[in-house]
């Protein structure tokens, strides 16, 4: 069986453009920056993992899935940003940080936001969907999607692993400094998501 390399180049281009492995950096360190060694390192892996069991859910029948939901990329889009609009609210006043038990830090870091809607948001799902939907059921555009989506995670789980040697560089006052800034860009990007979850609504009508 074939290798499709056009595919997997597209596939692995696409998502690094859109999951901005870089650009995850100052997010995670605002998340994560002032926890525990062992905290950190499980995250930076633990927020890949969750991203790729979900694009990989998606990929294999993220169609399906929206269709019998009905749900369309504009209420993903939507969602998604809501979701991190609230992220972004406590990132920017320190609220909901303090007090909380160490279970529910594990599931709001790495399952939401960082895996989703940050890794795994509407447009690596959409892209995927897209993806997946333009190889006409070839084994080898599919095993080339696979592997580009296995690339692309490797490639964050690293770049957020060793992100955090940071950290002893910015300090407890770095950190603080930096989760204001990343409130602010994640405000921004989740005000963008829903402006483009309107406009999707619009164009198909609704």
């Known amino acids: 069986m074939p290798f499709d390399v056009t595919v997997y180049t597209t596939t692995l281009i696409t998502l690094i453009v859109i999951m901005d492995p870089p650009g995850q950096i100052p997010l995670f360190l605002s998340l994560v920056g002032q926890r525990s060694p062992e ?10 993992l969750v991203s790729l ?3 990989s859910v998606f990929a294999i029948g993220g169609k399906a899935i929206l269709n019998y939901l009905h749900i369309g990329i504009p209420a993903l889009q939507g969602a998604g940003g809501l979701l991190l609009l609230l992220v ?3 990132l920017l006043t320190g609220l909901g940080n303090a007090g909380n038990p160490k279970a529910s830090d594990d599931v709001n870091v790495a399952l939401v936001p960082l895996g989703t809607p940050l890794l795994a948001g509407p447009g ?14 070839e084994a080898a555009g599919y095993l080339a999607i696979a592997a580009a989506i296995i690339s692309v995670h490797i490639v964050v789980m690293l770049v957020l692993r060793y992100s955090t040697v940071l950290i002893r560089v910015l300090g407890v006052g770095g950190i603080t400094l930096l989760a204001k800034i990343a409130g602010l860009l994640l405000a921004a990007i989740a005000v963008q998501l829903i402006a483009s979850s309107i406009m999707g609504f619009i164009a198909e009508g609704v």
């Open 39 to 48: 905290y950190r390192r499980r995250a930076a892996w633990q927020a890949p």
């Open 53 to 55: 069991l979900v694009i």
């Open 88 to 90: 972004a609210l406590q």
């Open 124 to 137: 690596a799902i959409a892209a995927v969907i897209v993806q997946v939907s333009s190889v006409d059921g």
